[in-house]
């Protein structure tokens, strides 16, 4: 058993590192989301779902629209600077 484990693991451990990374395909000029996208959601709580999974979830999504803000805050500081530099 310690053999197969030791033999398997590796092969786990680098399969993460075959795949190539994923880039998107608007590439690097088109802006991300709007901030508001992030904070103004289209949808309602759902009925099957409980106060405090909604709540989870809700928090969840608040930390994604902050990385989100944060995503179009540096590509506008990149926009900037890419016009400074021509």
Do not use: H, Y
């Not at 030791?6 to 994923?22: A, N």
């Not at 930390?63 to 900037?80: C, D, M, P, V």
């Amino acid at each position: 058993m310690k053999a197969l484990t030791s033999l398997l693991l590796p092969v786990i451990l680098l399969t993460g590192c075959s795949s190539s990374p994923t880039i998107s395909p608007g590439g690097v000029n088109t802006p991300p989301p709007d901030i508001n996208a992030w904070l103004k959601p289209r949808s309602e709580k759902p009925d099957s779902l409980s106060e405090t999974r909604w709540k989870m979830l809700t928090d969840a999504g608040k930390t994604l629209g902050f990385r989100g803000g944060k995503a179009q805050r540096s590509w506008e500081l990149i926009q900037a600077l890419n016009a400074r530099e021509s």
